[in-house]
């Protein structure tokens, strides 16, 4: 026990266990009483200078500085009020209750004091770390009765401000503290300071660990209140309109802090009052934090370091579920609590929709015109009438795309169609001709703009107001749906612009999109209503407008030449109803202003043509062809004003007249597009002549006034023809029908006429035009030859070769050396070929029949050369009597 009468004795016990000793003034300040005591917390004071400041008994006031310079000594310090408070007990219940009793219990025994006011003062020997400096550890708010005139003046002047009472503090490294036998006037009390248990050489050893815990344990009686972050609670906002509840206000009053701890590993260690202790995952003993301790919200406060938490901030159970469950992200927890049925459902703004029905556009043809069903088919138009404009939430982008998918998929986008490239839809330019638009980004983020009303849900962040915004697709969103390989639309197959027969013989009449055949009916010009059944006077009538009116007037050649032209303007009618292709009509003249114009205008009134020049090379001529194909609609392509005598020799075209599906790369892109060759290919020119295979393949319509400046012929049955087109190209679309619907309810007759790849299609107009009583029809075989250059150009080599040679087999030099007059011409230099041009000329050519002629190759081993002999068809040589003629 310290002599309380002698501070000398004291200090030597003090200085003897390791501890810096002060004197203190004995004025009530506990200040230190020493020039500077600085010195002394780095160097222990020594007896010498005790015996100097306590040895004529003066002094009644000593201290110990804490810290390294002590032995790594730390205070603990609990005021006289906190005492009184009853939170030393409560201190020491949390203590045991964390496992941490034995070492608090040897801080209580080992050397206590108590203040003049009633405080008490615990040391522990800190180890393993450096002491903190002194630290204030717990505090409230000063009561009113607690206030001293200086606070009570402060408060007069800041109302707002707090007083605060410190209730546990420490004293460490740079700190002091008086301790007994300090009495009399160094306290302004004028007690003295008390020796309660142990004293300087029973301080316990705490290892640093342990001291941070019971530190922790102490702080977590701190009652200040504490402001929340952002990063801990949503920030304060008004309440929702219409007594709404937030999801993370409805979480907070529903669910206990064991439901969001213990799932993460959290222990619930003990419960004093409202106050529960948690202790965190991994940790043996001690506390970690409190909940339910403050007054005005019950939430969470975490004293260490070592966890998701952010120290000695408090958390609403929102804001740790918000940290625990979704990273800290307030908004996205929001949406997963009011996945989970927590919260009220908010108000929604809608949008102020203008409704209306939306169609594919055939309800906007003149009704007056407006064809009626026809009674025997058996599948009409679709004619995709869309009610209601749909509306679509595009908020999350793939619920976007979705979205439009499930709408195209449910037939609510009008007007809209798929080709084998992706979705297109179907208008007219300038001039009324249809147009098949594939849709890139910008044009399909156009139509949805048009067609769909699309909107975002953005919410207010004050009001949780749901509202709908209008908003366009994202371009990338419109990029993904077109990236697709397929889509839910009905597929196009092609464009018609007059009433057309299906594959099963019935009449497609109705404008817009036709399910049964894919095709799209754009009249060029208003649809007559045509009567049910087809009478002997309609067809008569038919045929007087066609061929009498019409086309009285015009110089054909030959009847074959009428009725090609005939067959021409009848085929794109019957398109659908064969397979195959079809011959290009080359529309050829003796002179110009024969009227080959107002021929292939007879198709632009009728159903619209594409008209496109001549080009210079097979190169262009494919760009041209894919062009058309791939965007026009029109049923007929005029390729137009061929040079005056130009020979028609294209492997180009001629691949072009035997394809069903035409394939080809477009333009600026790397992707092949293949198209239906669905349209009649018209060519027209002066004194035409074809060469190669493209003879075969074509359906001549010539023209020959016989007389001088045809253009200045008048007098014709309908005047000016265009200006008759124009009044009367309904009726003329009407006859045409007419004759065909005549035909098929005759049983659609076909008479069997061979044209190669052609023969379908030539058999079927033989015999509609047979039913139709006009003549003509391909009975112009042999004229036709005369107008193929190279063949008769082979003929006569042939010929002059067989007379001359026999049908020995001889060498290309004799060939030359025998009827070099007779020999065809290089094309490109206008010269005789040499004799391996002539070679390589008759193996491109062998076996092939040049009228009754052939050239036939005939290999000699002895010499080993190639030679050739020319053969006669049998017939030739049966009529002629000469096996060798």
């Not at 770390?129 to 717990?138: C, E, F, Q, R, S």
């Not at 260690?269 to 005005?296: C, E, F, L, V």
Request: proline content about 7%; charged content about 25%.
């Amino acid at each position: 026990m310290i002599d309380a009468q002698s501070l000398r004795d004291a200090a030597r016990q003090l200085n003897d266990a390791g501890l810096c000793v002060l004197p203190i003034k004995g004025d009530g300040t506990k200040a230190p009483d020493v020039r500077s005591w600085t010195p002394y917390k780095v160097t222990r004071s020594t007896p010498e200078e005790h015996d100097a400041w306590f040895g004529d008994g003066r002094r009644t006031g000593i201290a110990v500085i804490y810290g390294a310079v002590s032995g790594c000594v730390e205070m603990i310090e609990f005021e006289g009020h906190a005492v009184r408070d009853g939170l030393l007990d409560e201190v020491t219940e949390i203590m045991e209750a964390s496992g941490l009793g034995e070492e608090w219990t040897s801080i209580l025994t080992g050397w206590a004091s108590e203040s003049p006011s009633g405080g008490r003062h615990f040391r522990a020997r800190v180890t393993g770390a450096p002491v903190p400096g002194n630290t204030k550890l717990a505090s409230r708010l000063a009561l009113e009765d607690e206030y001293t005139p200086e606070e009570r003046q402060r408060l007069a002047e800041k109302p707002n401000a707090k007083i605060i009472r410190v209730q546990i503090e420490t004293r460490g490294e740079g700190g002091y503290g008086l301790v007994e036998p300090s009495h009399g006037a160094a306290h302004s009390s004028g007690r003295p300071y008390l020796l309660l248990a142990g004293g300087p050489d029973t301080i316990p050893d705490i290892d640093s660990g342990t001291m941070a815990a019971i530190r922790n344990i102490c702080r977590m009686v701190d009652t200040l209140p504490k402001a929340e972050t952002a990063k801990t609670a949503p920030r304060d906002i008004r309440p929702l309109p219409g007594g709404g509840v937030r999801p993370g206000e409805d979480f907070e009053a529903r669910t206990d802090w064991a439901d969001i701890l213990q799932p993460e590993g959290w222990t619930f260690i003990h419960q004093g009052g409202s106050t529960r202790y948690w202790r965190r995952p991994g940790k043996a003993k001690g506390i970690s934090a409190t909940t339910g301790h403050a007054s005005d919200r019950d939430r969470l406060y975490v004293f260490t370091s070592s966890t998701e938490f952010i120290p000695e901030s408090p958390y609403t159970k929102f804001g740790a579920y918000a940290l625990l469950r979704h990273g800290g992200n307030h908004k996205a927890a929001a949406a997963a609590l009011r996945s989970q049925g927590f919260g009220t459902e908010p108000q929604r703004r809608r949008l102020s929709i203008v409704g209306g029905p939306f169609s594919d556009g055939s309800a906007a043809l003149d009704p007056e015109h407006f064809p009626a069903p026809d009674e025997t088919a058996a599948a009409g138009p679709g004619l995709r009438v869309v009610t209601s404009r749909p509306e679509l939430d595009i908020t999350n982008e793939a619920d976007a795309i979705d979205g439009v998918l499930a709408l195209m998929g449910d037939g609510r986008l009008p007007d809209l169609y798929k080709r084998s490239t992706g979705p297109c839809w179907v208008h007219t330019d300038d001039n009324g001709n249809p147009i098949m638009q594939q849709l890139g980004t910008d044009n399909l983020r156009a139509y949805l703009a048009d067609h769909v009303t699309s909107f975002v849900v953005k919410r207010d962040p004050a009001t949780e107001v749901l509202a709908e915004e209008r908003e366009l697709f994202m371009p990338k969103s419109c990029g993904t749906i077109l990236g697709r390989k397929d889509w839910p639309l009905p597929r196009l197959r092609g464009i018609v612009t007059s009433p057309v027969i299906r594959p099963d013989g019935t009449l497609m009449q109705e404008p817009g999109y036709d399910t049964a055949t894919g095709l799209y009916l754009q009249p060029r010009v208003a649809l007559r209503r045509l009567r049910p059944q087809v009478t002997p006077d309609a067809v008569e009538k038919a045929l007087d407008i066609v061929l009498h009116q019409m086309l009285a007037d015009f110089p054909w050649a030959r009847p074959s030449d009428r009725a090609h032209f005939l067959g021409a303007l009848l085929t794109p009618i019957l398109r659908p109803y064969f397979f195959g292709p079809t011959p290009a009509f080359i529309i050829s003249a003796t002179s110009a202003g024969s009227g080959k114009s107002l021929l292939k205008d007879i198709f632009k009134y009728l159903y619209g043509t594409a008209e496109t020049a001549w080009p210079e090379n097979d190169t262009e001529l494919r760009k041209s062809i894919t062009t058309q194909l791939y965007t026009t609609g029109q049923p007929a392509v005029v390729l137009d004003n061929l040079p005056n005598g130009y020979v028609i020799k294209s492997p180009v075209l001629s691949n072009l007249l035997t394809t069903e599906h035409w394939g080809d790369r477009m333009l600026g892109v790397n992707d092949k597009v293949t198209m239906p060759n669905d349209r009649v290919w018209i060519l027209t020119g002066n004194g035409l002549r074809t060469g190669g295979d493209n003879g075969r393949r074509v359906m001549w319509v010539r023209l020959d006034p016989d007389c001088p400046d045809p253009d200045q012929r008048d007098g014709f049955r309908v005047g000016d023809l265009r200006p008759w087109l124009r009044a009367n190209s309904s009726t003329v679309v009407a006859a045409l029908v007419t004759m065909v619907r005549s035909w098929l309810n005759a049983g659609a007759p076909s008479i069997r006429t061979r044209k190669g790849d052609y023969s379908e299609w030539a058999s079927m107009l033989a015999g509609l035009l047979g039913h139709l009583g006009v003549a003509g029809w391909m009975a112009d075989r042999d004229e036709a030859i005369q107008q193929d250059d190279e063949l008769l150009e082979w003929v006569g080599f042939l010929t002059a070769w067989r007379n001359k040679l026999g049908d020995q087999a001889v060498t290309t030099g004799a060939v030359l050396g025998a009827v070099a007059e007779h020999i065809p011409r290089n094309p490109k230099t206008g010269e005789l070929p040499t004799a391996n041009i002539l070679g390589n000329w008759l193996k491109a050519r062998d076996g092939r029949f040049f009228g009754d002629l052939k050239p036939v190759r005939i290999y000699d081993s002895h010499k080993c050369q190639n030679t050739w002999r020319v053969d006669v068809h049998q017939r030739a040589s049966g009529a002629r009597g000469d096996d060798r003629a």
